[in-house]
């Protein structure tokens, strides 16, 4: 059974930092893309950030030089570095696997997502 588990979510301050981390269980290969999406409250699901298997990454605009996506494949574990934050990037952040297709549009995601994790919240305050 495939299971992806958010953790390192938590409640900083604008500027402040955290790692958010995605380990995922059950795969008997390794997804094609895996990704990033955040959900603040009566907004709709947006994507953050995405790597696929050849390494290649993507972001939204909005977190472009201030988050960094990265995975180690031995563990099949989904990382996201943000700096910077900003009281806007305050949401539930999801960690996604999905085909390759999510990984050249984010918003393939509203098609069907293979697999979602449970979601770990990010506050920032002002």
């Known amino acids: 059974q495939v299971q992806l588990v958010e953790s390192g979510g938590g409640s900083v301050q604008a500027g402040g930092s955290l790692t958010l981390s995605c380990a995922a269980s059950g795969f008997t290969y390794s997804p094609n893309c895996m990704g990033w999406f955040r959900q603040a409250p009566g907004k709709e699901r947006e994507g953050v950030a995405t790597?696929?298997?050849?390494?290649?990454?993507s972001y939204a605009d909005s977190v472009k030089g201030r988050f960094t996506i990265s995975k180690d494949n031995a563990k099949i574990t989904l990382y996201l570095q943000m700096n910077s934050l900003k009281p806007e990037d305050t949401a539930v952040y999801y960690c996604a696997a999905d085909k390759v297709y999510l990984c050249r549009d984010r918003r393939v995601w509203r098609s069907g997502v293979d697999y979602w994790g449970k979601g770990t919240q990010v506050t920032i305050s002002s």
């Open positions: 790597l696929d298997s050849f390494g290649v990454t």
